[in-house]
């Protein structure tokens, strides 16, 4: 549910920012129609996940930061912030199934109109929507590593991301999590052809 809200702020924020009204309420209308298919996503995976007994999935939430490293429009999302949930797959070996999704929001502008050689203007990143899946690789109780990938929902767009992370657990029962990852969304520019490079540190708690 924090995903979905956090969704529901970026579409409203960009609403206020669009000139033409046939064309905010088609936003509107297709964004209506996407979170709602993201809630019934989110539920149905949430079931699935609470269906299993304890031992046999973990599932966290977490708030994260977000510092981009590279983008056509750097100046323009230059850092935000976010929150999101992981879902671990248990298993009697080091190698395990991970869900992870997240919806950030990018908080700072630098207020400077860039545009393509033709006078029209390079659009800018306010906010994204990731669902990745992937492995994750847990050598040892107190960390792991994960590699995921999947759609990302930015710019308007959707594009295609991959997203490396090390997660270290910082209390001895698993319920504190950090992790660090690098997440990499390909052709985000697609006239350049500019992939969208970020830097998140989040913090988590595990929920079951």
């Known amino acids: 549910m924090i995903i979905i809200t956090m969704y529901g702020i970026f579409v409203r924020y960009n609403l206020q920012h669009c000139g033409n009204e046939t064309f905010c309420q088609f936003i509107l209308d297709t964004a209506m129609k ?8 989110v539920m149905l995976i949430t079931g699935i ?21 590279y983008d056509r429009t750097i100046g323009n999302n230059p850092w935000g912030m976010g929150a999101g949930a992981f879902f671990l797959l248990r298993s009697k070996t080091a190698l395990r199934l991970i869900a992870d ?4 929001y990018i908080f700072m502008d630098d207020k400077v109109l860039r545009l393509y050689t033709n006078d029209s203007p390079i659009p800018v990143v306010r906010g994204s929507l990731n669902l990745f899946a992937g ?19 930015i710019s308007g767009g959707v594009r295609a991301g991959v997203k490396p992370s090390i997660g270290i657990f910082i209390s001895p029962k698993r319920k504190w999590v950090g992790r660090l990852s690098y997440c990499n969304v390909f052709n985000r520019e697609s006239i350049s052809g500019k992939d969208f490079g970020v830097l998140s540190l989040s913090i988590g708690t595990r929920i079951f």
Do not use: E, H, V
């Not at 709602?36 to 996503?41: E, N």
């Open 34 to 41: 996407r979170q709602c298919l993201l809630t019934g996503l």
């Open 49 to 69: 996940c609470t269906a299993q007994t304890p031992k046999k999935t973990d599932g966290y939430i977490q708030l994260q930061y977000n510092q981009t490293l």
């Open 101 to 104: 999704a997240t919806a950030d």
């Open 135 to 153: 492995i994750a690789i847990q050598p040892a109780r107190s960390w792991m590593f994960s590699l995921t990938g999947g759609p990302s929902f």
